[in-house]
DNA sequence: TTGAGAATGTGAATTCATTCACAAAAGACA
DNA sequence: TGTCTTTTGTGAATGAATTCACATTCTCAA
């Protein structure tokens, strides 16, 4: 049992590195490496050796002095922590240009992220067969979730109607959802929202692109602006 | 001319954070209003006061002392420094699930995001249409970039030819890519890359489920693991 | 015109994340 | 078995980002 005193705080970017170490190891696994360092696994993400080893020492310690990590057992206790080591039921909501391709993306089943439910509220799309899943209306939202425990929920639908769905999915239940639509969705405090915002990408290329070269186009080492 | 004693660091976080404001900002200029404090503009997403002043008061002072910001300069200024106030051309590589509902994207083309050229290597898709846009064969890839201005490259095609992909485009003198592959390419120094991943904001998500529950279902305050 | 209230802009303080640096542990091999 | 090398695991040191706190400046209403 978890004590309130012995608890210890994970960041944000610990939990993303964590994804990339287990992208990593399951190369290296593939790969029959039987033993891998921080050293070589700092130098394949650009970190520094001591940011791996102290990620790694906040869920305990793995590797063994003088060897490294075990590539196998490491992979697996991170697929462990990251929860990748089973199945989680997902719902997509609105299958138009980007949910039809997240449908079609055999990479999350492989992950263990299986999309069981469709919705949309299109009726020349409720009904139609989605690789295999046939497009439920989005009016039995609430039941279906329900019925199928789905666990995650990806909003892909207009901006517009984003939190109105987005209500819907946490009267549900739902505690955890992946939203494409480019706006600040409420979710109460005990939902985890995370959002994908394509534009905002291509937004800091822009303003890199724009602040980070000189008018030499040679490249300013950081981005840095006037005092 | 930038000296470089006249220089100050904006981070990643800030920068992320001015498109947010300038979403809102948006939004705030089609309702006519006027002005917005920081108290505002960090209730809408979910930041505190300070950190919009400090965010803001990297680029100079914008605001009126017991008024706020003025919505529509400040928003005109942001755009500045976000580059938002220009077009950029755009070369999308894969046509693909991800690349077609990328192309078909409206929000891009009004934020000036203008996608010019479409790649692939697939013969039946090459000379097709999407959107007005010819499909080219991507062996022309560096011929064309270079023709058209392209300045921003988008990667959509499969993780294992990604990489081929890139050293052509850098080859080109492209130095800003936004890749959707799940790999970590290498790019040399002055090269901007961002990557998209899906894959990781799953986890994200599958790991905070998993750790911030406690066995009553109650959310645990942070993510917090054993000592 | 004035005074109360509002909100900025910014150094200082604090909190959080990363890197350093080294003792301790294990392997390799004579 | 002993010594040399490698590499972990982790407190301490550093560095970065956020928040605090308040003097300053402006608005607005009377
Ligand atoms: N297409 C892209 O490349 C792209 C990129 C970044 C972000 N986005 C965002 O992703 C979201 C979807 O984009 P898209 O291009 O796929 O749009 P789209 O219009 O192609 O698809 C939206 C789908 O949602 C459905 N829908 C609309 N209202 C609904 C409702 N009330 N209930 C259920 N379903 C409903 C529509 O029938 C449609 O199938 C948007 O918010 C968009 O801004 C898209
Ligand atoms: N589909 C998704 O939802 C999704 C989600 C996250 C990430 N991704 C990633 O995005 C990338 C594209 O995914 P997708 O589902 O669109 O795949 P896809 O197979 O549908 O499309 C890939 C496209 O790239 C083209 N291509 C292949 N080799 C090429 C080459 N050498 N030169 C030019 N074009 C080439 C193919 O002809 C195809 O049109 C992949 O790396 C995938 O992992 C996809």
């Not at 033993?35 to 700092?42: C, F, G, R, W, Y």
């Amino acid at each position: 049992m978890i004590s309130e005193s012995s608890r210890r705080r994970i960041s944000e970017s610990t939990v993303r590195r964590l994804s990339l170490y287990y992208r990593i190891l399951s190369v290296l696994e593939k790969e029959n490496q039987a033993t891998v360092s921080s050293k070589e696994l700092a130098r394949r993400e650009k970190l520094t050796p001591a940011q791996v080893r102290k990620d790694l020492s906040f869920f305990g310690s793995f590797g063994t002095r003088g060897l490294g990590y075990p590539v196998c057992e490491l992979k697996k206790r991170i697929g462990e922590i990251l929860g990748l080591n089973r199945t989680w039921n997902i719902a997509l909501i609105g299958v138009g240009n980007i949910g039809s391709a997240l449908v079609g993306y055999k990479e999350f089943q492989r992950q263990g992220f299986h999309i069981k439910l469709i919705f949309d509220n299109d009726q020349r799309k409720i009904g139609s067969n989605h690789k295999g899943i046939t497009v439920s209306d989005i009016k039995n939202l609430g039941k279906e979730l329900r019925e199928n425990n789905i666990e995650i929920v990806i909003v892909a639908v207009p901006a517009t109607v984003a939190q109105y769905i987005v209500d819907d999915v946490v009267k549900a239940g739902i505690k955890a959802i992946l939203n494409f639509a480019p706006i600040n969705l409420k979710v109460p405090e005990d939902v985890f929202l995370r959002n994908e915002n394509m534009s905002m990408e291509l937004e800091y290329l822009s303003f890199a692109r724009i602040n980070l070269y000189n008018d030499l186009g040679t490249r300013i080492r950081s981005i840095q602006l006037f005092e």
